[in-house]
């Protein structure tokens, strides 16, 4: 599916032939950002790495997001502690900016120019209750000595004028502003990152699906146009169309989100919006919305409304939430779907497969991915070479949550995005 990002074609690399076998050190399967980070890092030391692609480098969620770079992990930080507690809590958060801070030095070392901008984020609240939930928040962010600065409505109304006013008492927040943050060019990033594989000699190859993967060490991996990789180790960088390969089904949710791109907006327009800063923006909402200025002033805006495993997206209801958003008029020029991986407790999951002793899985970003999939490249390719987990990357668990049956995913989901919507819509 096109999306403004798509504005840079993707590097273009032939498939592997067919009817032929391979021997290699490594195959990575999925040409998104996890599986080029992971690539790029393997290939620090001299060993064959390819990576295989179903369809053109970066065709997944990795071309369709807002680009937004931010930190965090979970619904939101509250909800982190909740289920890890606190101490863990704070150690998986700092992981998150440490993993926004290394993306920004790989870019510098690579010298991947992907109109990187460190803007900040603003988390703005949505009517009283919205308050009351930032306020929380602002305290725990103290609590574990966390960057973030909460912002009443004078200082929020400094940096962008948005259509409403957030309501309730003025002494809770109108907003937090975390500045570890910034939005980039997806497109490009993608492409320099396969630059950069391409430079330590990676192969890629577009175009070629894997549809098994054996259960033995070393992994035949069976590719669709009859041809076989046998490899010591893989790694499964699939996102959401894992469960496609047998692998996670029921525990990795392939979900749609959307998003669309504005015409770029004009001076005038601009000026009244305010925006000078160009922060990254997050709603307070449970099904919330987030949005950012690209280098040529169009406003990217997503979220809202997910659905899960299916083609059809309501693009009514984002369009009416950008009009919402924003007191002036704005033309929609493009919108787009991405699938991701949402898993149920909605951490990571960075481990190798029980049932496939040759592959580490590496994914489960539920829409928040462009950080840690990067630095994960980095934690991975270091259990590669030391065999040992880095003590500086982060903890998740094992297995994720399992939720059996079809039936009960549909149900569940469908359920649990009713309950947010009817819990923000009374709030
Ligand atoms: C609308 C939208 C907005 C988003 N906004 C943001 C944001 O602002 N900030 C943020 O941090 N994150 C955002 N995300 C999430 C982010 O894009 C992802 O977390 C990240 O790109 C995940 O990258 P990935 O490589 O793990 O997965 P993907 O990019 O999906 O890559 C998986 C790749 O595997 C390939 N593949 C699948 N099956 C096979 C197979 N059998 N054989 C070979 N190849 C296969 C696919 O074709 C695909 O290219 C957004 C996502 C969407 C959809």
Redesign the pocket.
Known sequence: MNTIWHEVPPLSTAPLLPQTRHRVHTAV????????SAAYHLLAQPREVIV????E??????????????PGIAQNLLALIRQVGRAKAQRLYQQTLQAVQYVVTLLTQEQIDCQLQLSGQLIVAQGKSGRHRLAAQAQAFEQLALPCQPLDTASLWQRIRLREIPAGPEQLPAALYLPLAGSLH?GLLVQGLAQAVQTRDGKIYSH????QIGNQRPAVLSLANGSEVIADQVIL??????P??GIFRGRIFPVQ???LATEPLAAETLAHLGWSGRE?ITDSRRLFN?FRLTADNRIVF?GGWPTYDQSTVNTTDLISRLNRTFPVDVTVAMI??????YVLDTLPIITRLRTHPAVIF??G?C?????L?IAAGAWVAHLSMQGTWPTYAPQFRQQPPLLPTEWARQLGFWAGIQLMSWLDNIS
């Not at 960088?237 to 894992?242: I, P, Q, R």
């Not at 787009?336 to 991986?341: K, L, S, T």
């Open positions: 399967i999925g040409a998104g950002l996890t599986g080029l295989l692609e179903a369809k480098i970066g065709a997944g969620a990795s071309t369709s997001s807002t680009g937004m770079l931010t997806p070629t699906p894997v549809v960088a699939t996102g959401g169309y894992t496609q390969l989100l959307q998003a990254c987030y997503g787009w779907r991405g699938v991701i991986d590496v994914g970003w829409g928040h991915g462009i950080a999939s």
